[in-house]
């Protein structure tokens, strides 16, 4: 029996545990069904891309969502919560699980249907608006292509602004959202939205800013170091001084990306080989095969089809399967293995852990395992092995890979912190001076000046705080635990004194620490809980600091 069985196999019940036991019997019985056909719906909608299979989709999500609104069920788990009876740890996390769905669903329909509609009204805006630049229309792609390649500052700055155009069209009703949203909010108890999502999602905005205040103090002269290396090259290509650089001189519109002048063409390596079959070879190695999830995957492009990649478990028993459009090339290798990445963690769970927490304890956590994998792909000592590469070629690699991933990773966390701030301040007081609250946001984490005498609601230009609320944070932790993840098992578990030529072909100790200590329990343990039995400490950013802080 392994270790979660006996977590799972407890004692006797009390009254209050069988009551609640019975509920969640009877409660998979319904929504597991469900689930199953909503997931395989929502796999076809993007293999076809049909608007009829997508139709089906919206029809079978409503009804999942129709369940967990049901209010005398949240009365019943809320009066369970409250009762302090459920002492059994397995039926409490359950609770958790099941109380957090139903709270999220408990808005009243007449609020939600308006904060649904107005969510869809700014998508659709910010889908058809197309800024311009001497009053000629442009694309969101031109308008990048122009800030990865142009040398005039002019005209880098007219594409700058293009981008930011939107930002007005849609700003008041984003603001208008923030406060609908802060309204239900507040009817179910919470200080504002933000508050609310957190709680939900299990996550505690006390602990999230320890974690971005230290990860600020970590990276601050570090980040300065690297940026003002990255400015003084960027000032010579666009013949300005470093004191004029202005936020159109980096290479998209919010600084969110690393600028181009380090980056290496890996492309050449990959275009001869089977991106596929490298993927499936390096998790056989690992002992975690993915045969029987590629077999059910669908892999290339196809008119129709859902341009990007996913992975989806369709029904917490062995059914998980990616999407992709693979092409072999280094975008696509990292692709591959991140989306495998999720589907391992959610393949290899112990089938005995009840159905409501046979999944990732966390959505950043299988965000982790992913980018963990993901990484590979730009790993010199992976890609020389993988690859075939001489030493050489690997040189050249290391040369500009190291620099490359310390400058993503940075400007990544630094724009990360941008966006969680900003966020939690949106969403506490929506009345304040935004405009000016983002540029303050921006030149303290990002370094970038603000434009003189701007004030213009740039903020309102990322889609994100309209289709994806206080989300943005857990692409930060994902990176922080993929780096934890990363330095105890170099150092514990394969024994070694550094990473420097760890490439983790063929270590079949990773899939076994990963199996036992991340996947099997699925969400059994809180996520921190599971770190902190897994790697022996809380989440933390120490480890991501010194993986790409030289
Ligand atoms: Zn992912």
Request: aromatic share 10%; glycine share 4%.
């Amino acid at each position: 029996m392994s270790t979660i069985s006996v977590v799972v196999f407890g004692c006797a019940y009390n009254a209050k545990e069988t009551k609640l036991k019975s509920f969640i019997t009877a409660h998979v019985e319904q929504i597991k069904p469900m689930e199953k056909e909503a997931s395989l719906a929502s796999w076809d909608a993007a293999i076809s891309g049909k608007p009829e299979d997508y139709d089906k989709v919206s029809e079978l999500t409503l009804k999942v969502r129709q369940v967990y609104s049901n209010p005398q069920e949240f009365a019943f788990l809320k009066d369970m919560k409250e009762s302090g009876q459920v002492e059994n740890a397995i039926l409490a996390r359950q609770l958790d699980v099941l109380y957090n769905s139903y709270l999220e669903t408990q808005i009243e329909p007449e609020l939600l249907k308006k904060i649904v509609d107005l969510g869809t009204e700014i998508e659709k805006n910010f889908s058809t608006f197309r800024g311009t630049i001497e009053g000629k229309k442009v694309t969101d792609n031109e308008i990048k292509e122009i800030l990865k390649t142009q040398t005039d500052s002019r005209k880098r700055s007219q594409a700058w602004l293009a981008s930011k155009q939107v930002g007005a069209i849609v700003a008041d009703d984003i603001i208008r959202l923030v406060k609908l949203r802060n309204q239900a909010a507040r009817k179910l108890g919470f200080d504002n939205y933000h508050t609310l999502s957190l709680v939900t999602a299990e996550q505690d905005v006390e602990e999230l800013d320890r974690i971005f205040d230290e990860l600020y103090e970590l990276t601050n002269e570090p980040f300065a170091e690297l940026k003002a290396d990255l400015d003084s090259i960027l000032a010579a290509k666009y013949n300005v001084a470093v004191t004029e650089l202005m936020p159109w001189h980096y290479h998209d519109p919010f600084f969110q990306e690393t600028p181009m002048v380090y980056d290496l063409d890996l492309d050449v390596y990959y275009e001869n080989k089977d991106v596929k079959e490298l993927a499936t070879r390096f998790y056989t190695g690992i002992g975690l095969p993915v045969e029987s999830i590629l077999a059910n995957s669908d892999l290339y492009e196809r008119e129709g089809k859902n341009p990007h990649a996913f992975c989806t478990d369709i029904d917490r028993e062995g059914d998980v399967r990616i999407l992709c459009n693979l092409k072999n090339n280094e975008a696509w290798m990292e692709t591959i293995l991140h989306e495998l990445g999720h589907a391992v963690y959610d393949k290899y769970h112990e089938p005995q852990v009840p159905y409501l927490l046979r999944k990732p304890a966390h959505i950043f956590t299988t965000e982790a395992i992913a980018m963990f994998f993901g990484r590979l792909s730009r790993n010199p000592a992976w890609m020389q092995q993988t690859l075939e590469l001489s030493d050489q070629q690997r040189a050249e690699i290391e040369n500009v890979s190291d620099k490359y991933a310390q400058l993503k990773q940075l400007i990544f966390a630094r724009w990360d912190m941008v966006m969680y701030n900003f966020e939690k301040q949106l969403y506490a007081n929506p009345e304040q001076d935004l405009n000016s609250l983002w540029w303050q946001m921006v030149e303290k984490y990002q370094l970038v000046k603000r434009p003189q005498g701007r004030n213009e609601p740039d903020w309102a230009a990322k889609i994100h705080f309209t289709i994806a609320p206080c989300y943005y944070h857990n692409y930060m932790l994902g990176e922080l635990l993929a780096s934890q993840l990363h330095h105890h098992i170099v150092h514990e578990i394969l024994k070694l004194e550094s990473d420097e030529n760890v490439s983790y072909i063929d270590r079949r100790e990773l899939g076994e620490f990963l199996s036992k200590n991340v996947f099997e329990a699925g969400a059994v343990y809180h996520w921190n809980e599971m770190i902190k039995r897994a790697t022996g400490e809380p989440l933390t950013p120490k480890y991501f600091v010194a993986q790409f802080v030289k």
